[in-house]
């Protein structure tokens, strides 16, 4: 079973850069496909990024295409999202998960969840 740890949020000015990172423990995270998600207040969990275990296929929300990318460091067991250029309405709390069989955009889907971190986009 593996445990996931987010980082990295906090306050960014709009237009700004932001990394996220998921660390994991008890587990390999290159044994699981991965994304990220993220609930702004009021709203229901969405699907942001994820990224396959093997040949590393990604994919992405419309809404933040060609602005976050998410990545793989196996070395260092973490799933990163990078954010530039963020805007008000990314402001979310943002959540790492990971499951053991299939890319899903389905949040109901994943196995593993982080508690979350937050990322305001303000000026």
């Known amino acids: 079973q593996v445990q996931l740890v987010e980082s990295g949020g906090g306050l960014v000015q709009p237009g700004g850069s932001l990394r996220l990172s998921c660390a994991a423990s008890g587990d390999s995270l290159s044994n699981y496909d991965s994304g990220w998600f993220r609930q702004a207040p009021g709203k229901g969990r969405e699907f942001v990024a994820s990224?396959?275990?093997?040949?590393?296929?990604?994919y992405y929300v419309n809404s933040v295409k060609g602005r976050f990318t998410i990545s793989r460091d196996n070395a260092k067991n973490t799933v990163p999202l990078q954010m530039n250029s963020v805007k008000p309405e990314d402001t979310a709390v943002y959540y790492c998960?990971?499951?053991?069989?299939?890319?899903?955009?389905?949040?109901?889907?994943?196995?593993?969840w982080g508690k979350g971190t937050l990322v305001t986009v303000s000026a």
């Open positions: 998960a990971a499951r053991r069989l299939g890319i899903t955009t389905n949040p109901d889907d994943m196995d593993y």
């Open positions: 990224i396959s275990r093997e040949n590393y296929i990604t």
